[in-house]
């Protein structure tokens, strides 16, 4: 079984959500976007570990709601879609199921998970008759919070990751194996030997048995005392107990000592191993319904981690989710880093916001069909670049397999940094954003509370594919570009980028007259991987004019949005 989409109705400030899910997802976003919430609301869906809905918590303040649920839709295979009672059998063998928290309607009651019928009507009747079904019947969810505390995940007098994977070897082996005979037959030895040891005085187990029976005796009654080996949980509970070794010392440390990096990957660890050896468990002879399902739902992988070993961890949860049967991973991230492992499968990243003008949570993701239209879109440029006998199109550049390839390698780490900003301002080339990082850190260009990203677009010939992407996934942009006189090929260029402006998301497009060096009076080399150094020199060394520096400024200011421009007089230093 796997989890396929998500849909919410008036959970925290989401007022309508609507989200697709792939066997590993990404949710991404400026803070405060409702990454959190999402997640949430699927925990509220299973009440794991008493995670409940709280209604002076969980409705959303800004208005009054009647209704408040979350709806979770589900693709099965053959064997659990031929178990599935009749009357939830759906259409593609999906299973769709709605759990209310605030029900304005008599026949569905709060905290009650119903099922789509087979004629895709919400059906009136509990899921399988039961109100907490959830915990059987659509799987189990894995939590691991932003902040979480090692011993969560490794007590074993209570529900851990730890205990579980220690029971799901234990009771195999108390079943099968010697080792536990041997036990057991010592456990007796040991009962039959210390039942008849004293204590100084005389007292003795047999003792206290014969003493007792003797009061019991009138009542035709005996009492023994019985010495019973422990079952496996038993064992696991009293008998077992854990140790961290320090292999710089030769001794073993408290999990304190160790850093924050080294828990959030121990407790991974834990879950990973577990989905390894929980053994597979032999096929049920009966029709009921038991899908095997776990969604790991994991808050800022990222944390404590330093980025080698964030995109260890990326590969190993994208790797736990396609080569693990019945594991999906679902995770909120404020990392490059994750979203850059990602970027070969753009659909699978789901990017949240706060409407501008509502302040409701929004999402944006590219589905198939979004897909393929951008692709197409894209391809544009090959038929402009025809139109010129000097230029040569690739053969490979036409496939339209080659668009998922170019933005896989171009949203490196850095770049990827446009998932989370609130404003990205594309330019063509490392230069321009060498020089406006430079202005901004010099506090000649006020964008104090834009939450900026400046994104290269490896030349004019892509910015067209950037403001795509985009305005795909709701990120406000502008573009700051070289007209290059609209000469020959460039007036065609210029075209298609003004063709690709968005009236929701395209702040607005600026255009450079001839170009950067032009505009600046710069003297830059003509290999292009030297014109940063080269351009920055020339600053520092203060070889570029004042009045052409702030006439720079202003125009990239102008290209920002009006509401967190700042400070346009600010005095040019």
Same mark, same amino acid.
């Given at each position: 079984?796997?989890?396929?989409?998500?849909?919410?109705?008036?959970?925290?400030?989401?007022?309508?959500?609507?989200?697709?899910?792939?066997?590993?997802?990404?949710?991404?976003?400026?803070?405060?976007?409702?990454?959190?919430?999402?997640?949430?609301?699927?925990?509220?869906?299973?009440?794991?570990?008493?995670?409940?809905?709280? %209604?002076?918590?969980?409705?959303?303040?800004?208005?009054?709601?009647?209704?408040?649920?979350?709806?979770?839709?589900?693709?099965?295979?053959?064997?659990?879609?031929?178990?599935?009672?009749?009357?939830? %059998?759906?259409?593609? %063998?999906?299973?769709?199921?709605?759990?209310?928290?605030?029900?304005?309607?008599?026949?569905?009651?709060?905290?009650?998970?119903?099922?789509?019928?087979?004629?895709?009507?919400?059906?009136?009747?509990?899921?399988?008759?039961?109100?907490?079904?959830?915990?059987?019947?659509?799987?189990?969810?894995?939590?691991?919070?932003?902040?979480?505390?090692?011993?969560?995940?490794?007590?074993?007098?209570?529900?851990?990751?730890?205990?579980?994977?220690?029971?799901?070897?234990?009771?195999?082996?108390?079943?099968?194996?010697?080792?536990?005979?041997?036990?057991?037959?010592?456990?007796?030895?040991?009962?039959?030997?210390?039942?008849?040891?004293?204590?100084?005085?005389?007292?003795?187990?047999?003792?206290?048995?014969?003493?007792?029976?003797?009061?019991?005796?009138?009542?035709?009654?005996?009492?023994?005392?019985?010495?019973?080996?422990?079952?496996?949980?038993?064992?696991?509970?009293?008998?077992?107990?854990?140790?961290?070794?320090?292999?710089?010392?030769?001794?073993?440390?408290?999990?304190?000592?160790?850093?924050?990096?080294?828990?959030?990957?121990?407790?991974?660890?834990?879950?990973?191993?577990?989905?390894?050896?929980?053994?597979?468990?032999?096929?049920?002879?009966?029709?009921?319904?038991?899908?095997?399902?776990?969604?790991?739902?994991?808050?800022?992988?990222?944390?404590?981690?330093?980025?080698?070993?964030?995109?260890?961890?990326?590969?190993?949860?994208?790797?736990?989710?396609?080569?693990?049967?019945?594991?999906?991973?679902?995770?909120?991230?404020?990392?490059?880093?994750?979203?850059?492992?990602?970027?070969?499968?753009?659909?699978?990243?789901?990017?949240?916001?706060?409407?501008?003008?509502?302040?409701?949570?929004?999402?944006?993701?590219?589905?198939?069909?979004?897909?393929?239209?951008?692709?197409?879109?894209?391809?544009?440029?090959?038929?402009?670049?025809?139109?010129?006998?000097?230029?040569?199109?690739?053969?490979?550049?036409?496939?339209?397999?080659?668009?998922?390839?170019?933005?896989?390698?171009?949203?490196?780490?850095?770049?990827?940094?446009?998932?989370?900003?609130?404003?990205?301002?594309?330019?063509?080339?490392?230069?321009?954003?060498?020089?406006?990082?430079?202005?901004?850190?010099?506090?000649?260009?006020?964008?104090?509370?834009?939450?900026?990203?400046?994104?290269?677009?490896?030349?004019?010939?892509?910015?067209?594919?950037?403001?795509?992407?985009?305005?795909?996934?709701?990120?406000?942009?502008?573009?700051?570009?070289?007209?290059?006189?609209?000469?020959?090929?460039?007036?065609?260029?210029?075209?298609?980028?003004?063709?690709?402006?968005?009236?929701?998301?395209?702040?607005?497009?600026?255009?450079?007259?001839?170009?950067?060096?032009?505009?600046?009076?710069?003297?830059?080399?003509?290999?292009?991987?030297? %014109?940063?150094?080269?351009?920055?020199?020339?600053?520092?060394?203060?070889?570029?004019?004042?009045?052409?520096?702030?006439?720079?400024?202003?125009?990239?200011?102008?290209?920002?949005?009006?509401?967190?421009?700042?400070?346009?007089?600010?005095?040019?230093?």
């Amino acid at each position: 079984m796997e989890l396929r989409n998500v849909k919410i109705y008036n959970f925290r400030g989401i007022s309508e959500l609507d989200v697709a899910l792939d066997d590993y997802s990404l949710l991404v976003g400026p803070n405060n976007a409702g990454k959190s919430s999402v997640i949430d609301a699927i925990r509220t869906f299973y009440e794991k570990d008493g995670f409940k809905f709280k %209604k002076e918590h969980d409705l959303p303040k800004g208005y009054e709601c009647t209704d408040s649920w979350v709806e979770l839709t589900f693709q099965l295979n053959d064997v659990e879609y031929g178990s599935l009672a009749d009357e939830y %059998k759906g259409t593609r %063998k999906q299973l769709r199921l709605r759990k209310y928290f605030l029900s304005s309607s008599t026949e569905r009651k709060a905290g009650t998970i119903y099922g789509y019928n087979s004629e895709g009507e919400l059906s009136e009747n509990h899921f399988y008759g039961a109100k907490n079904v959830q915990s059987g019947k659509v799987g189990d969810i894995v939590y691991i919070p932003a902040i979480s505390r090692v011993d969560e995940h490794t007590k074993l007098s209570g529900p851990s990751a730890l205990r579980d994977l220690l029971t799901s070897i234990m009771e195999s082996v108390v079943k099968h194996g010697q080792a536990y005979d041997d036990f057991s037959e010592s456990v007796q030895q040991f009962s039959e030997a210390i039942h008849e040891e004293a204590t100084e005085d005389q007292r003795s187990l047999a003792g206290l048995e014969s003493s007792l029976n003797e009061m019991l005796t009138p009542w035709n009654s005996e009492f023994k005392l019985n010495f019973r080996p422990p079952s496996a949980a038993e064992t696991i509970k009293s008998l077992l107990d854990w140790d961290l070794i320090d292999n710089f010392h030769g001794k073993p440390q408290g999990i304190d000592y160790f850093g924050s990096g080294f828990q959030r990957h121990f407790i991974f660890s834990l879950i990973q191993l577990g989905s390894n050896y929980a053994g597979k468990k032999p096929s049920s002879q009966t029709r009921d319904f038991t899908p095997s399902f776990k969604l790991l739902l994991f808050e800022e992988p990222e944390a404590f981690l330093h980025p080698p070993q964030q995109e260890i961890l990326a590969r190993s949860l994208m790797n736990l989710a396609s080569s693990t049967d019945n594991w999906q991973v679902l995770c909120a991230t404020h990392s490059s880093n994750f979203v850059s492992k990602n970027t070969a499968n753009i659909p699978s990243i789901v990017r949240l916001r706060h409407a501008p003008s509502t302040g409701v949570i929004e999402n944006f993701q590219i589905n198939a069909a979004h897909w393929d239209a951008i692709v197409n879109e894209n391809q544009k440029i090959n038929a402009i670049v025809k139109k010129h006998p000097k230029e040569v199109v690739h053969p490979d550049d036409e496939q339209a397999d080659m668009e998922a390839i170019k933005y896989f390698l171009w949203l490196n780490p850095d770049r990827s940094n446009l998932f989370f900003a609130n404003h990205v301002l594309l330019v063509e080339g490392p230069t321009e954003v060498a020089i406006i990082n430079r202005l901004i850190d010099d506090g000649k260009i006020a964008s104090d509370e834009v939450g900026l990203c400046v994104v290269d677009c490896f030349g004019k010939y892509n910015v067209h594919r950037f403001m795509k992407l985009l305005t795909a996934m709701g990120i406000s942009h502008s573009v700051i570009y070289d007209d290059d006189d609209n000469k020959t090929i460039h007036k065609d260029i210029n075209q298609l980028i003004t063709d690709s402006v968005d009236s929701h998301f395209t702040t607005c497009v600026r255009s450079l007259s001839g170009n950067l060096e032009k505009v600046l009076d710069l003297e830059l080399p003509k290999q292009n991987h030297r %014109k940063p150094q080269h351009a920055l020199f020339q600053y520092e060394s203060g070889r570029i004019a004042r009045n052409k520096i702030d006439d720079f400024c202003r125009l990239v200011e102008s290209s920002l949005p009006k509401n967190a421009t700042l400070l346009r007089a600010r005095l040019r230093i």
